[in-house]
């Protein structure tokens, strides 16, 4: 189990790429903070995942 204090914390720099921050985690559930910068999936690729999602955007 991992549990950040400060979600709206950002690193000093800011990522290229999405940054993936783990917050809490178990046989169950996984929660993390992504942070992106308007990164997208290129023109004419699908992204899919098997699992389900459910998100929240804090800005």
Same mark, same amino acid.
């Given at each position: 189990?991992?549990?950040?204090? +400060?979600?709206?914390? /950002?690193?000093s720099?800011?990522? $290229?790429?999405?940054?993936? &921050?783990?917050?809490?985690? +178990?046989q169950?559930? /996984?929660?993390?903070?992504?942070?992106?910068? =308007?990164?997208?999936?290129?023109? =004419?690729?699908?992204?899919? $995942? &098997? +699992?389900? &999602?459910?998100?929240?955007?804090?800005k």
């Open positions: 189990m991992i549990l950040k204090t +400060n979600i709206f914390q /950002l690193p720099q800011l990522p $290229q790429h999405e940054l993936f &921050e783990t917050l809490l985690t +178990n169950d559930i /996984l929660i993390e903070r992504i942070i992106s910068t =308007g990164h997208t999936t290129p023109p =004419g690729e699908w992204y899919e $995942q &098997e +699992n389900y &999602e459910w998100v929240i955007l804090i």
